[in-house]
């Protein structure tokens, strides 16, 4: 049989879709592009990112290489200009003539520029390709003032192109309000709110009518309503028409309104010719969106290749940014369809709608509106794509008070789509299950869900774990892809094999390079069995950031400084030290919410200057920077206090000395507090000890931040030697077995026999294992040195303290600007533009 | 990367001395009448090629700090660990393996006995 050649005109993303799906078939097919552009397929939805800084380039699907790889013959910047239905030829601009026997066309469109007197001046400028970009580029050098005609989803990123360029942005609706085909009007509203308060201002119900020359570089808009607005540029976004005219000149059916008119089989009239992407119109309808066009793209392959696909139309529901502003739309916005309910929760003081549309059963989810939170929006596109039955209170889907209640995986339809960049569904998923696919990895590798957009990626990940959990596989839990272990099982295998650095443990019990998962996590075990200095030779390199420097990164990459402050007790010496050093080296100060003093902005090469200061004066280092014991907070206890009954600041004191610098699988935090009242706030703490008249009732696994956990009460008046006694125990037994960043929360939570069997060690050694955890922690204790203080005395750990190695000169990525009496990080509209020199 | 296309040159960056195996330093590339621009350069001693240069800038985290990162490797590439947000850079390549879409400036860089040439 002889090589079936397809000829595809068009070379935008459905067209480099549709090559790249064929290709990889399994069929004898010589495949050649012809693209008018002059470049190779590229992203047109993500357009405006170049305006913030991206290249050009950057948005290329492919490359010409790639092509020929996949024995795809390309012609580039030569658009084919005639069609040949009887010969069964198309001819290019160049005159270059091509055989098929199968055309795709794939032309696409071209932006819609309403017929105004003058919309034809040199200043009036389209937007759709990188040509069209650089056009708006130079237009924009020295304006002021960009107007975007068109107040819909492409117009809204125009817009956002125009602000990032600097101008004073105006956006031109001829309806009533923005995005009028997916929002409603109140939403439309919403959204109009949030976008001028971006700074865009938003006309709608205008009918330009002329477009007038004033001088050489402004123009005048004219509206049928007789007002008018003065602009530097224009540029046309109202929608799309169609690239036909190919069609039309070799009399193939298309709408009167445009487009070439295509069955779900994506074939034409002339069953040798498809038809894609937006210059398609199906069941009288063109889709402007590339999701269906890659519907399309895939439908006409598996045609050609003798599949049955079919193209059924697709769903326009849609979730996006605009401007900052999370927008989303399902199904029946409008609320067309006969007796449909609308549930709408307006709330204006979040900038945020939110609207479901129900059927009159009050059972289906129709469609729905959302702006500035879209956090709901794939739970009710499933419940809308999936018929699924809605609970008996709707409204409660879009509620903020009830949570957002997360359709569970598995209450979901095979049918259901996960993802819908690529259009997978929980039936490709299980299939791939079944074929083998053991892990997440493996299911996005083979299905490609959750590669696009990435939104699926909590349901798929727990879908994958139901699913492989329901076939009895045991989940992988390697801390990463080098060490096949847990953290407890490297601390063990450690700690029987005395290996003392990275290297060992690589050699001994994984494979490669590893990384900055493995590295870290190490380097913690490490330190909770031998406790070397940080900056030891053969540990600095798998220290993060903050543990090779010995401060805190920040998001400049500036550094802060904590010392430590025990109990939060400190003289006024040494406070005036503190106020000294920030004044000196001009750092930002912050009192933290542990009782101590939090220095920014502080560069590299400042750090050793600064410690030498804070340790002449006595400080040492507070760990802030460390998976480490951070502060023991106090109240001030019966010392000063009418209500204390012990002296907590003395204890904190004692304890935060004691267990300074041990480091554990994540931070430790601990408080004392003198009596019941707990001003300390102990029991929001990893262990906290509150006073009671005949000793301290020890609580532990309290956490505050994102999950709050009440600390659980583990023993009761307890003298100081037990307190201490049992502290030790259950820190070491914490630091041998949690999992990597698992704060004690979650560890206790997760301790098979939880509080109780935790008892059973700590107090009663069920495991025999006691003194040996006491042991350790003696070790750990007596070995305890000021990190900072060794460092500042050795010449070769203070080199790493540099800027950079061979220059003095300033970083000129780091700016400040003044706030409230101090400096703090520029925003990114305050910096010089300096990023350009590194780009 | 656009404008006026210059001849890359070889530039005395710093000494092999100042490097730290297994990890990046910022090495600053001056040159007359250019901007200044910070380096990292990883010495990965096992290595073929031993020493890496990146762009210093992490377009992610939209600060200098690439070369206070972490190395290794993934899926078979080496990269570096942004220390900002953990995204990570094909060391060769520059490519991010998080988002094919971003990458950063990759230099050719090599020893001269001991000093650390680059080629920009």
Request: net charge negative; proline share 3%; charged share 25%.
């Given at each position: 049989m002889s090589v079936l050649k397809v000829v595809v005109v068009g070379n935008g993303m459905v067209g480099h879709h549709f090559v790249t799906t064929l290709a990889k078939k399994d069929l004898d097919v010589e495949i050649i592009v012809l693209g008018e552009e002059p470049r190779i397929a590229y992203d047109r939805v993500h357009l405006s990112e170049v305006f913030a800084g991206r290249e050009a380039s950057d948005l290329a699907l492919a490359s010409l290489d790639t092509y020929a790889e996949l024995g795809i013959t390309t012609r580039l910047g030569d658009p084919v200009v005639s069609l040949d239905r009887e010969t069964k030829v198309v001819v290019t601009q160049s005159g270059a003539r091509f055989n098929y026997d199968m055309l795709v066309l794939a032309t696409g469109s071209y932006p819609f520029v309403p017929q105004v007197p003058g919309a034809d001046h040199p200043r009036c400028l389209e937007y759709r390709t990188i040509e069209d970009l650089e056009a708006i580029k130079s237009a924009a050098l020295g304006s002021k003032r960009g107007v975007v005609v068109g107040g819909g989803l492409l117009g809204l990123e125009c817009a956002n192109a125009l602000q990032n360029l600097g101008l004073d942005t105006h956006v031109v609706e001829f309806a009533p309000g923005l995005m009028s085909v997916q929002l409603d009007a109140p939403g439309s509203q919403q959204l109009r709110t949030r976008i001028e308060g971006l700074g865009i201002t938003v006309h709608t119900s205008k009918n330009t009518t002329n477009i007038k020359s004033v001088g050489s570089k402004s123009l005048r808009m004219e509206f049928a309503d007789d007002s008018s607005l003065n602009t530097d540029l224009i540029v046309f976004s109202a929608g799309i028409r169609p690239r036909d005219e190919l069609a039309k000149a070799s009399d193939l059916v298309t709408g009167e309104r445009g487009g070439i008119v295509i069955n779900e089989h994506c074939i034409t009239s002339d069953p040798s010719i498809y038809a894609i992407g937006e210059c398609a119109l199906h069941e009288g309808r063109v889709y402007g969106l590339v999701a269906p066009g890659y519907r399309m793209a895939e439908t006409a392959a598996d045609r050609i290749a003798g599949g049955s696909a079919c193209f059924t139309g697709a769903d326009m529901s849609t979730k996006l940014k605009l401007l900052g502003v999370d927008v989303g739309s399902i199904g029946d916005a409008h609320a067309q369809t006969v007796g449909a309910q609308v549930c709408a929760l307006s709330d204006e003081q979040a900038g945020t709608y939110k609207k479901i549309v129900i059927s009159s059963d009050g059972k289906k989810l129709l469609g729905a509106v959302l702006i500035g939170d879209c956090d709901n929006y794939d739970t009710l596109l499933q419940y809308q794509q999936n018929d699924i039955a809605l609970p008996d209170t709707p409204v409660s889907l879009i509620t903020p008070a009830s949570g957002t209640p997360l359709l569970a995986a598995n209450a979901l339809p095979k049918t259901a789509t996960i993802c819908s960049c690529h259009n997978v569904t929980k039936g490709c998923i299980i299939d791939a299950i079944e074929a083998g696919c053991g892990s997440l990895a493996d299911v996005k590798a083979n299905t490609a869900a959750s590669t696009g957009c990435g939104g699926c990626a909590t349901m798929l990940k727990s879908l994958v774990d139901d699913e492989l959990a329901a076939r009895g596989v045991v989940i992988d839990k390697s801390i990463c892809e080098h060490f096949p272990h847990t953290r407890q099982e490297l601390f063990h295998i450690a700690k029987i094999n005395s290996l003392q650095s990275f290297e060992d443990m690589i050699t001994h019990a994984g494979t490669g390079k590893g990384c900055d998962i493995c590295k870290p996590a190490i380097a913690s075990i490490m330190a909770s069995l031998w406790n070397d200095h940080i900056l030891k030779p053969s540990l600095v390199?798998?220290?993060?950031?903050?543990?090779?420097?010995?401060?805190?990164?920040?998001?400049?990459?500036?550094?802060?400084?904590?010392?430590?402050?025990?109990?939060?007790?400190?003289?006024?010496?040494?406070?005036?030290?503190?106020?000294?050093?920030?004044?000196?080296?001009?750092?930002?100060?912050?009192?933290?919410?542990?009782?101590?003093?939090?220095?920014?902005?502080?560069?590299?090469?400042?750090?050793?200057?600064?410690?030498?200061?804070?340790?002449?004066?006595?400080?040492?280092?507070?760990?802030?920077?460390?998976?480490?014991?951070?502060?023991?907070?106090?109240?001030?206890?019966?010392?000063?206090?009418?209500?204390?009954?012990?002296?907590?600041?003395?204890?904190?004191?004692?304890?935060?000395?004691?267990?300074?610098?041990?480091?554990?699988?994540?931070?430790?935090?601990?408080?004392?507090?003198?009596?019941?009242?707990?001003?300390?706030?102990?029991?929001?703490?990893?262990?906290?000890?509150?006073?009671?008249?005949?000793?301290?009732?020890?609580?532990?696994?309290?956490?505050?931040?994102?999950?709050?956990?009440?600390?659980?009460?583990?023993?009761?008046?307890?003298?100081?030697?037990?307190?201490?006694?049992?502290?030790?125990?259950?820190?070491?037994?914490?630091?041998?077995?949690?999992?990597?960043?698992?704060?004690?929360?979650?560890?206790?939570?997760?301790?098979?026999?939880?509080?109780?069997?935790?008892?059973?060690?700590?107090?009663?050694?069920?495991?025999?294992?006691?003194?040996?955890?006491?042991?350790?922690?003696?070790?750990?204790?007596?070995?305890?040195?000021?990190?900072?203080?060794?460092?500042?005395?050795?010449?070769?750990?203070?080199?790493?303290?540099?800027?950079?190695v061979n220059s003095d000169g300033n970083d000129k990525g780091v700016q400040f600007v003044r706030e409230r009496g101090q400096k703090r990080p520029a925003r990114d509209d305050e910096r010089d533009d300096v990023i350009a020199v590194a780009s | 990367m656009t404008g006026v296309e210059t001849k890359p040159n070889w530039y005395r960056l710093c000494y092999v001395d100042d490097l730290v195996p297994q990890s990046g330093v910022c090495a600053l590339l001056e040159r007359a009448g250019e901007e200044d621009q910070q380096i990292a350069v990883f010495y990965l001693p096992e290595e073929r090629e031993q020493l890496f240069a990146l762009g210093n800038y992490d377009p992610v985290g939209k600060a200098f700090v690439l070369s206070r990162g972490i190395v290794g490797d993934l899926q078979g590439h080496l990269v570096v660990a942004s220390p900002l947000y953990k995204q990570h850079f094909d060391l060769r390549t520059g490519r991010c393996l998080e988002d094919q879409s971003i990458s950063v400036p990759v230099y050719q860089v090599r020893l001269a006995d001991d000093r650390v040439e680059i080629c920009a």
């Amino acid at each position: 049989m002889s090589v079936l050649k397809v000829v595809v005109v068009g070379n935008g993303m459905v067209g480099h879709h549709f090559v790249t799906t064929l290709a990889k078939k399994d069929l004898d097919v010589e495949i050649i592009v012809l693209g008018e552009e002059p470049r190779i397929a590229y992203d047109r939805v993500h357009l405006s990112e170049v305006f913030a800084g991206r290249e050009a380039s950057d948005l290329a699907l492919a490359s010409l290489d790639t092509y020929a790889e996949l024995g795809i013959t390309t012609r580039l910047g030569d658009p084919v200009v005639s069609l040949d239905r009887e010969t069964k030829v198309v001819v290019t601009q160049s005159g270059a003539r091509f055989n098929y026997d199968m055309l795709v066309l794939a032309t696409g469109s071209y932006p819609f520029v309403p017929q105004v007197p003058g919309a034809d001046h040199p200043r009036c400028l389209e937007y759709r390709t990188i040509e069209d970009l650089e056009a708006i580029k130079s237009a924009a050098l020295g304006s002021k003032r960009g107007v975007v005609v068109g107040g819909g989803l492409l117009g809204l990123e125009c817009a956002n192109a125009l602000q990032n360029l600097g101008l004073d942005t105006h956006v031109v609706e001829f309806a009533p309000g923005l995005m009028s085909v997916q929002l409603d009007a109140p939403g439309s509203q919403q959204l109009r709110t949030r976008i001028e308060g971006l700074g865009i201002t938003v006309h709608t119900s205008k009918n330009t009518t002329n477009i007038k020359s004033v001088g050489s570089k402004s123009l005048r808009m004219e509206f049928a309503d007789d007002s008018s607005l003065n602009t530097d540029l224009i540029v046309f976004s109202a929608g799309i028409r169609p690239r036909d005219e190919l069609a039309k000149a070799s009399d193939l059916v298309t709408g009167e309104r445009g487009g070439i008119v295509i069955n779900e089989h994506c074939i034409t009239s002339d069953p040798s010719i498809y038809a894609i992407g937006e210059c398609a119109l199906h069941e009288g309808r063109v889709y402007g969106l590339v999701a269906p066009g890659y519907r399309m793209a895939e439908t006409a392959a598996d045609r050609i290749a003798g599949g049955s696909a079919c193209f059924t139309g697709a769903d326009m529901s849609t979730k996006l940014k605009l401007l900052g502003v999370d927008v989303g739309s399902i199904g029946d916005a409008h609320a067309q369809t006969v007796g449909a309910q609308v549930c709408a929760l307006s709330d204006e003081q979040a900038g945020t709608y939110k609207k479901i549309v129900i059927s009159s059963d009050g059972k289906k989810l129709l469609g729905a509106v959302l702006i500035g939170d879209c956090d709901n929006y794939d739970t009710l596109l499933q419940y809308q794509q999936n018929d699924i039955a809605l609970p008996d209170t709707p409204v409660s889907l879009i509620t903020p008070a009830s949570g957002t209640p997360l359709l569970a995986a598995n209450a979901l339809p095979k049918t259901a789509t996960i993802c819908s960049c690529h259009n997978v569904t929980k039936g490709c998923i299980i299939d791939a299950i079944e074929a083998g696919c053991g892990s997440l990895a493996d299911v996005k590798a083979n299905t490609a869900a959750s590669t696009g957009c990435g939104g699926c990626a909590t349901m798929l990940k727990s879908l994958v774990d139901d699913e492989l959990a329901a076939r009895g596989v045991v989940i992988d839990k390697s801390i990463c892809e080098h060490f096949p272990h847990t953290r407890q099982e490297l601390f063990h295998i450690a700690k029987i094999n005395s290996l003392q650095s990275f290297e060992d443990m690589i050699t001994h019990a994984g494979t490669g390079k590893g990384c900055d998962i493995c590295k870290p996590a190490i380097a913690s075990i490490m330190a909770s069995l031998w406790n070397d200095h940080i900056l030891k030779p053969s540990l600095v390199s798998q220290q993060d950031t903050n543990d090779t420097f010995m401060a805190n990164m920040q998001k400049d990459g500036t550094y802060s400084v904590v010392p430590r402050i025990p109990g939060g007790e400190i003289t006024p010496e040494k406070l005036i030290v503190l106020g000294e050093v920030g004044k000196k080296y001009d750092l930002y100060t912050k009192i933290t919410g542990a009782q101590r003093v939090d220095l920014f902005g502080a560069q590299l090469h400042q750090l050793p200057d600064i410690w030498r200061e804070l340790t002449d004066a006595g400080f040492e280092t507070g760990h802030a920077y460390g998976k480490a014991l951070r502060t023991v907070k106090s109240c001030v206890g019966s010392t000063w206090c009418r209500y204390g009954v012990q002296d907590s600041v003395g204890m904190a004191i004692l304890i935060e000395s004691r267990y300074k610098g041990l480091r554990a699988p994540h931070k430790i935090k601990s408080a004392v507090s003198g009596c019941t009242r707990e001003c300390a706030e102990a029991q929001s703490k990893d262990f906290g000890v509150i006073a009671t008249e005949n000793g301290w009732n020890l609580y532990v696994g309290g956490n505050g931040g994102m999950r709050p956990r009440h600390a659980d009460l583990f023993a009761t008046d307890l003298d100081d030697a037990t307190l201490i006694r049992y502290i030790d125990r259950y820190l070491m037994f914490y630091v041998r077995t949690a999992d990597r960043l698992q704060r004690t929360s979650t560890w206790l939570d997760s301790l098979e026999g939880g509080l109780d069997y935790l008892k059973e060690v700590v107090i009663d050694d069920s495991l025999g294992i006691a003194a040996e955890l006491e042991e350790q922690m003696s070790h750990l204790v007596n070995t305890y040195q000021c990190e900072w203080k060794t460092a500042l005395g050795d010449p070769e750990m203070l080199k790493r303290f540099r800027r950079f190695v061979n220059s003095d000169g300033n970083d000129k990525g780091v700016q400040f600007v003044r706030e409230r009496g101090q400096k703090r990080p520029a925003r990114d509209d305050e910096r010089d533009d300096v990023i350009a020199v590194a780009s | 990367m656009t404008g006026v296309e210059t001849k890359p040159n070889w530039y005395r960056l710093c000494y092999v001395d100042d490097l730290v195996p297994q990890s990046g330093v910022c090495a600053l590339l001056e040159r007359a009448g250019e901007e200044d621009q910070q380096i990292a350069v990883f010495y990965l001693p096992e290595e073929r090629e031993q020493l890496f240069a990146l762009g210093n800038y992490d377009p992610v985290g939209k600060a200098f700090v690439l070369s206070r990162g972490i190395v290794g490797d993934l899926q078979g590439h080496l990269v570096v660990a942004s220390p900002l947000y953990k995204q990570h850079f094909d060391l060769r390549t520059g490519r991010c393996l998080e988002d094919q879409s971003i990458s950063v400036p990759v230099y050719q860089v090599r020893l001269a006995d001991d000093r650390v040439e680059i080629c920009a």
